[in-house]
């Protein structure tokens, strides 16, 4: 069901920077669709009754059933490095503003 | 149905309920106050899914840091009028 | 009309996502186990090199990479070099930031913030700062790691700056240790190549599974990537304070 959800958060993504003109809008929904992409790797490595990947005084020998680690440190690279795309599009928005005096695209000759 | 299915079934409506709000709406301030509400019921999901690293990377992240940087960019809209 | 052919084209994307993830494994199941001979089954029994012994937390000593946590003997030890790629981007949008924002203090907003908010922030700063050190040191043992504890310490700095209107971080000290945490991270993997042969290779000996001690060079590496992550975040924060926009 989480999969299910996941793939809808990447189509409602993907609706938010197709349909709209304001440029702190696309980008919400460039963060929405990663968000729902995370959450879709994660689910993906899910083993039915499997435990956290880490051993510990509770599990402390590696022959139990765990979880998939190579998902989960593929998306924390993928977390961090979705900040670092944000701040750098919400900088190129502020040159935009100061330059145009507005946040919407189609008063700056971007779009039609 | 365990309580798995059903805090699984929750997450998910919520997920995809939030996720329309913060696209759909109208004003700039619904909209990131809703992705970060997005980011924490995410946050849910990782922890319900056995993965405490990102979970709390997640939360590190998406709580203050993403918020803050989006307010930031548009507080001095108050006066221009441009949607807030 | 826009919003249409908009929804048009999300909605046959997400159709062509859906049949393809159904007939490849399934939409409304999770896995039974892992397949017996993946990397993930590998590297959760660390025997990529051939070594089959069981690992047993606070017993074996000498293991392959030592290190309790599973995701952080992913990230620091088997996929090293695919750190060091995020590292560099991480640091490529801090550098973009900061270039195009970064003019100097063109006058903050004059908000009188009371007396209880000052002192309050100033008594939770030392606190989430040593939050986010025992994060990153304890990454081996515990969940977390470099990049959560790194952006702990950002958040603090974060609250410095929103309760106090007179506080300026010392942005240059920030850049500079930035740039020395990158190189040691590549230093770091040279030496591995000088003393064993492979670029990025473990070399220190690994203790017993466990210990704080352990785990060769995760956690010099851990400790590394948080102070580097913090101070780039930090960097960011800074950035956005500075530039005020003529509303």
Redesign the interface.
Known sequence: ?I??AS??L???G??GI??TRNVIKILVGINVMEIGINVFII??????DGA??????D?????L??V???A??LV??S???G???T??G???A??I??KYGTYDLSETGGES | MNWFDILEAGISVFLVVFALTAVISRKLLTSIIFLSALSMTAVAGFALLSA??V???E???GS??VT??FV??IR?????GDGL | M??I???L???A??IV??IG?SLN?G??G?????PEDG??SH????DVNGKTD?????ETTGAETGS?????S??ANY?SF??LG?VT??F???L??SL??GTMDKGRKRSGSGFILRTSARILFPLMLVTGIY?FTHGHL????G??GG??I??SF?LLYLADESFRANVKGFKVAEGLAGTLYVAIGIVGLLAAGYFLVNFLPTGT??NLLSAGIIPVVYVIIGLK?GSE?TG??A???N?????
């Open positions: 069901m999969k299910f793939l809808l990447i189509i409602i993907l609706y197709l349909s689910a993906m490595g899910f083993v039915n956290a990947p880490i051993l510990s005084v599990n402390p020998v590696n022959v059933k765990f998939d680690p190579v989960q440190a924390l690279t977390i961090v490095i900040l670092g795309i701040a750098l919400l900088v190129f502020r040159k503003h100061k | 405490p690293d979970a709390v990377t939360a590190v992240i203050g840091l803050f940087i930031a960019s001095n809209l108050r006066k221009a | 826009k919003k052919f908009a929804g084209l999300a909605v994307f997400g996502l859906l993830i494994t939409l409304f999770y896995n039974d186990s892992l990397a993930a590297y959760i029994s660390k069981e690992v047993v937390f606070g309790a946590n599973m995701v952080t992913v990230i996929r695919d750190t995020e981007v991480l490529l949008a801090a973009g930031v195009l924002a994060i515990t969940p977390g790691g990049f959560p952006s702990m950002a958040s974060l599974v466990g992550v975040i960011i924060v950035d956005m304070f530039e005020e926009v003529k509303a």
